[in-house]
Nanobody, 125 residues
Framework: QVQLREFGGGLVQAGGSLSLSCEGS???????????MGWFRQAPGKEREFVAA????????TYGDSVKGRITIFGDSARNTVYLQMNNLEPEDTAVYLC???????????????WGQGTQVTVSS
């Protein structure tokens, strides 16, 4: 069983920065088993959108087109934690941000096996 917990959501003004973190836990969670971790977001009335992902083996990363250049994903394998640093935030970035883990050898993952509950990010104009 794998648990993912997100931290760091909140309210920020447009142009500001926010950092999210996601900690993985559980008897079967391992950065070696869980091949990649990613962040998604979902705004009210919109489909879930891919934000970023990282592969633990070599720290390869990939980003969604809407956030490239403004968001950085990085991980700390010793803490089983992946981070999302978001800069120059825009009101359009307002959404629930969800952490996910993929336990498969596909890169980037087409599917994710475990999901967190999500954390709200609100960007005011």
């Amino acid at each position: 069983q794998v648990q993912l917990r997100e931290f760091g959501g909140g309210l920020v003004q447009a142009g500001g920065s926010l950092s999210l973190s996601c900690e993985g836990s559980g008897r079967t969670f391992s950065v070696f088993t869980n091949y990649a971790m990613g962040w998604f977001r979902q705004a009210p009335g919109k489909e879930r959108e891919f934000v970023a992902a990282i592969r633990w083996s070599d720290r390869s990363t990939t980003y969604g087109d809407s956030v490239k250049g403004r968001i950085t994903i990085f991980g700390d394998s010793a803490r089983n934690t992946v981070y999302l640093q978001m800069n120059n935030l825009e009101p359009e970035d307002t959404a629930v941000y969800l952490c996910a883990a993929a336990n498969r050898w596909q890169w980037p993952p087409s599917e994710y096996d475990f999901w967190g509950q999500g954390t709200q990010v609100t960007v005011s104009s």
